[in-house]
Every structure is written in C-alpha cells, then in structure tokens.
C-alpha cells in the first residue's frame, strides 16, 4: 500500500494561484513516476500533469500547460503542483496518483495508488 495525502486545496478567486501537495507516509515517492488527475462529479477522470522519478521530464495537459507546474522535493518526500491564474473550469477535486514502473504516464490505469482527493473552488 502507498498512503497518499493532497493538501493545500481550498477556495480561491479566479486568477489567483494555489499549491497543492501530494505526501507519503511511511513510503519513499523517490521511484514512482507521479501523476495528477482531476475529477468533476458526473465527468470522467482528467490527465493533468505528470513527472518522472527522478524530477528531469514532466507532462501536462494542454488545459494546463504554461499555468500549472509540477515538482517534487525527495528530501521532502512531496509532490507539488503550482496553480497559477486558475479558472472556474479548474474547481474540482484533485487526485495524486503514483505509478510504480514504467515512464510518464497520461493514463489513469497506469498507476498503482491513489490519493483521496482535495477539492479546489473556483469563485468569479
């Protein structure tokens, strides 16, 4: 099992930025390949960024790209996403995701553990 825990959702003015973290309890994130996924009720599990194991290549959905960053802090054992001038469109609950081989991945079934989610909204 992989604990994983979000922090850092909440509520925000459109245009404002937010950081969110994906941590581990107790488990070392150092050799996942780790990813973030959105997902609004009723809609299906969105891609939103991704970055490889050793912090050197990262993806992003064209939604996102240029406005989010994603990072990670081995020393820390953290996951981080900078939001940067978020939009209605991004309220939703996140999800850190963590696959165990294999590159970066766009794909939900590519990986093996999953947060619980924090929710991000949005206000005009």
């Known amino acids: 099992q992989m604990p994983l825990v979000e922090s850092g959702g909440g509520l925000v003015q459109a245009g404002a930025s937010l950081r969110l973290s994906c941590a581990a309890s107790?488990?070392?994130?150092?050799?996942?390949?780790m990813g973030w996924f959105r997902q609004a009720p009723g809609k299906e599990r969105e891609f939103v960024a991704a970055i490889s194991w050793s912090g050197g290549s990262a993806a992003y959905a064209d939604s996102v790209k240029g406005r989010f960053t994603i990072s990670r802090d081995k020393a820390k054992n953290t996951v981080y996403r900078q939001m940067d001038s978020l939009k209605s469109d991004d309220a939703t609950t996140y999800y850190c995701a963590a696959r165990a081989s294999g590159g970066l991945a766009t794909l939900g079934n590519r990986y093996h553990y999953w947060g619980q989610g924090t929710q991000i909204t949005v206000s005009s």
């Open positions: 107790g488990r070392t994130l150092s050799n996942y390949v």
